[in-house]
Nanobody, 126 residues
Framework: QVQLVESGGGLVQAGGSLRLSCAAS????????MGWFRQAPGKEREFVAA????????AYADSVKGRFTISRDNAKVTVHLQMNSLKPDDTAVYYC???????????????????WGQGTQVTVSS
């Protein structure tokens, strides 16, 4: 079993920054990739960013490219999401996810992930 615990959410004004973290524990084998998704009120959950542990390859949703950066800390088994130039449209619950099976491309769809965190709220005021 794997536990993913997100932290770092909160309230910020438009144009501000937040840094989310996701700590993984409970399984000795390394996951293949970690990702961030978000779900705004009344909307479906959507992909934000992903990174794989071995090469550090990354993938981003078009809506966050150039503003968000995903990074990993292999020693701490932690993934971070640095969010800059935040907009009110970024308001959502942000979820961390882990995939343990290898795949040739970066996982960007919900069902491609095996474990999920409980989520952390990010609110951007205008």
């Amino acid at each position: 079993q794997v536990q993913l615990v997100e932290s770092g959410g909160g309230l910020v004004q438009a144009g501000g920054s937040l840094r989310l973290s996701c700590a993984a524990s409970g399984r000795t084998a390394s996951s293949y990739a970690m990702g961030w998704f978000r779900q705004a009120p009344g909307k479906e959950r959507e992909f934000v960013a992903a990174i794989n542990w071995s090469e550090g390859m990354t993938a981003y949703a078009d809506s966050v490219k150039g503003r968000f950066t995903i990074s990993r800390d292999n020693a701490k088994v932690t993934v971070h999401l640095q969010m800059n130039s935040l907009k009110p449209d970024d308001t959502a619950v942000y979820y961390c996810a882990a995939r343990y099976r290898f795949m040739a491309t970066m996982p960007t769809i919900e069902f491609e992930y095996d474990y999920w965190g409980q989520g952390t709220q990010v609110t951007v005021s205008s």
